[in-house]
């Protein structure tokens, strides 16, 4: 599903809000993954962006000089092979180009891989929402709120 497993670098292509969701389905995001309607409402949203194809994607949104991601999602299949931080590095630069001055995130305290990719990406923690994530079954997680400038070198 992920094509060659070579690590080719992801070029942005059509990816449409049911590529979206089974995405976002497949990588198994907190509390729960997104519709397609849900999708499609947000994609054409004032401000909203989305960068990837689909393998991997985000979303975000630019209002006044902040961007928010509002989601990240890889297919698990291809993880590993660099798409995530490619469609992070993208939402940067798509983000800056709208105006953009600082990137803010949310992400669930115990999501090691996602909190990797943002630490090498130069976001810090900015805040904690105590037991935000509630997930019937589990115990909540926290999520942390993590920022970065776009207009540093």
């Known amino acids: 599903r ?6 080719s670098r992801p070029r942005d292509r059509s990816v449409t809000p049911q ?17 397609v309607s849900e999708f ?11 960068t990837g194809d689909p393998r991997a994607f985000a979303m975000g949104r630019v209002i006044a000089d902040e961007a928010e991601l509002l989601t990240l999602a890889t297919d698990p299949a291809c ?9 992070l590095e993208r939402f940067h630069a798509l983000a800056h180009a709208r105006g953009a001055r600082r990137a803010f995130l949310e992400v669930a305290a115990d ?3 996602a909190r990797a990719l943002y630490d090498h990406a130069g976001y810090d923690v900015a805040g904690t929402r105590r037991g935000y994530y509630a997930v019937p079954g589990h115990p909540p ?8 400038r776009l207009d540093a070198s």
Not at 2 to 7: K, L
Request: charged share 20%.
């Open 2 to 7: 992920c094509g060659t497993g070579t690590r």
């Open 111 to 113: 999501n090691a891989a």
């Open 40 to 50: 499609a409402q947000l994609a054409t949203s004032k401000g909203v962006f989305v």
């Open 79 to 87: 993880r590993r092979q660099g798409l995530a931080r490619a469609r």
């Open 141 to 148: 997680v926290d999520a942390l709120t993590m920022a970065r």
């Open 19 to 35: 590529d979206m969701a089974r995405l976002h389905a497949d990588a198994a995001i907190l509390p729960r993954p997104w519709s």
